[in-house]
């Protein structure tokens, strides 16, 4: 397992942006796969977006097409989601996630083997 440790959630109007972070700390492999996904109050949890350590290839929610951007950098062992045209009903707590298969890549957590402890994200209308 790696040790996943999400940042920079918080409070912003909609239209806003934020961006956030997930710092990954132990055995990280070339052939991961590294994701978001986020909870709303009262509901599941559901697939925002991942990448590819290796290769970069990024895949994404239909509801966050064209809005979301997932990056990496390999060097800071960092995954990266810049939120833009934030909505009220983006509201939810954002999980990030490490996956040994491309399930991941799929929206998929049964291959999941690592979970950070979230961070708040608050769209105000």
């Known amino acids: 397992q790696v040790q996943l440790v999400e940042s920079g959630g918080g409070l912003v109007q909609a239209g806003g942006s934020l961006k956030l972070s997930c710092v990954a700390s132990?055995?990280?492999?070339?052939?991961?796969?590294m994701g978001w996904f986020r909870q709303p109050p009262g509901k599941e949890r559901d697939f925002v977006a991942a990448i590819s350590w290796s290769g970069g290839s990024t895949y994404y929610a239909d509801s966050v097409k064209g809005r979301f951007t997932i990056s990496k950098d390999n060097a800071k062992n960092t995954v990266y989601l810049q939120m833009n045209s934030l909505k009220p009903e983006d509201t939810a707590r954002y999980y990030c996630?490490?996956?040994?298969?491309?399930?991941?890549?799929?929206?998929?957590?049964?291959?999941?083997?690592?979970w950070g402890q979230g961070t708040q994200v608050t769209v105000s209308s």
């Open positions: 132990g055995h990280t492999f070339s052939s991961d796969f």
């Open positions: 996630a490490r996956d040994r298969t491309t399930a991941l890549a799929m929206g998929a957590t049964k291959s999941v083997d690592s």
